[in-house]
């Protein structure tokens, strides 16, 4: 499903080179659930970011759903994201002056989907992450965990087959984070193939399979 080989990133600016990556290599099959765990810093983002299509590698192949991505041009790009991969971030990033069922329209807004459609999905998707009874609420009357569950219900209102999560219960109580990783192993055991960042040995435990990176390289 995600295929990484020999990725490479370095960010450049005028004064300063950032080796963040180097010779990842990384297989990922359709409907594994993957942790990805290391020190602050060592790159664990970045690699999201790169299967995620939100960043380009600086050296390096990324191929996700057979497609390989450096050939895709970056209209089709967004569009290939957009249809395939779902985001969900620490922090959650959802939008405040908008209300929960609107912040998980908002994938939706870049496809031929009816206002109506759009509105029922959001629904369905809300009732997935049990928040049927929270829809005209807005984000900063939600407790840390709805609003992890919201941000989940946009993520998967599009039904990516991918969901890529960076720390998603690194801002909850273990109490809260153990509902969010509930939510995501329900969404696993129906066949979204997942990949999270935790700093959280509790949380990669319950995972398949556990990457380990170190300073920009993948250990194991
Ligand atoms: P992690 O997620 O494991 O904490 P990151 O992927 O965020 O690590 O960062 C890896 C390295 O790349 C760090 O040294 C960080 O400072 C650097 N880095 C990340 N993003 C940028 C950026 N946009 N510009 C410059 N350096 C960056
Ligand atoms: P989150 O709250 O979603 O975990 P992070 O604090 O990990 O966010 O990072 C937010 C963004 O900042 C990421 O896209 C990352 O690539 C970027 N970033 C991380 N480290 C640096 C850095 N040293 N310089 C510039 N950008 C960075």
Redesign the pocket.
Known sequence: MIELKNIGKV?R?DTIE?L?LQQVNLSIRKGEFVSVM?P????????LNIMGLLDMPSEGQVTIAGKRLERLKDKELASFRNHNIGFIFQSYHLIPDLPVVDNVELPLLYRSVSAKERRELAKEALEKVGLSNRLRHYPSQLSGGQKQRVAIARAIVGRPEVILADEPTGNLDSAMGQEVMDILQALNRDGSTIVM?THDPNMAQQTHRLVR?FDGSQVS
Not at 40 to 47: E, F, M, N, P, V
């Open positions: 960010y600016t950032t963040a290391g602050s810093g060592c790159g664990k983002s970045t690699l960042v990176m």
